[in-house]
Every structure is written in structure tokens, then in C-alpha cells.
């Protein structure tokens, strides 16, 4: 059985190898840049024998990058104290 599975992995990948060498490069890098899974930001950190996960995810389609975020939250922050 499970020889069985590894054979038609190893079928599967072989088509797909055919398949995008038969491709122009630009095709090539265009289907691994949709197939391809971009693996999101993971931390394992252990404290006191518990283990912690902390993962980020961050929405293509936000408003704000990253910088413009951080000045918000602390600007908000800094307006709150005075």
C-alpha cells in the first residue's frame, strides 16, 4: 500500500516536472508564484516548561504597511497620555 502511494507521488512529480520544463521561464516562475505556499512567521519560545506559538499573518490587501501601523499606534498612544 504505501509503496503503492509513493509511486504515484513520484508519478505525480514527474508530471509536473515535464509539464514545466515544457514552459518558458516567465511561465515557470509565474506557476511557482502562484503554487507556492510563502510559510507565515512562526515562533516557538518555551517558558517554564510550557511551550508558546506565536504566528503572524498580515492581509495583502491592508491599508497600512507595517510602518504606517506602528507611527499609528503610537502616536494614538502618545495623543491618549497628554
Given at each position: 500500500?504505501?509503496?503503492?502511494?509513493?509511486?504515484?507521488?513520484?508519478?505525480?512529480?514527474?508530471?509536473?516536472?515535464?509539464?514545466?520544463?515544457a514552459?518558458?521561464?516567465?511561465?515557470?516562475?509565474?506557476?511557482?508564484?502562484?503554487?507556492?505556499?510563502?510559510?507565515?512567521?512562526?515562533?516557538?519560545?518555551?517558558?517554564?516548561?510550557?511551550?508558546?506559538?506565536?504566528?503572524a499573518?498580515?492581509?495583502?490587501?491592508?491599508?497600512?504597511?507595517?510602518?504606517?501601523?506602528?507611527?499609528?499606534?503610537?502616536?494614538?498612544?502618545?495623543?491618549?497620555?497628554?
Amino acid at each position: 500500500m504505501a509503496e503503492d502511494l509513493i509511486r504515484e507521488i513520484h508519478t505525480q512529480l514527474d508530471l509536473i516536472t515535464s509539464g514545466l520544463a515544457a514552459l518558458p521561464r516567465e511561465a515557470r516562475i509565474a506557476w511557482f508564484r502562484r503554487t507556492t505556499y510563502v510559510q507565515p512567521l512562526h515562533f516557538l519560545k518555551e517558558i517554564n516548561g510550557t511551550t508558546y506559538t506565536v504566528r503572524a499573518f498580515f492581509d495583502d490587501e491592508a491599508k497600512e504597511n507595517i510602518v504606517e501601523k506602528v507611527q499609528r499606534i503610537i502616536l494614538s498612544k502618545d495623543s491618549a497620555e497628554m
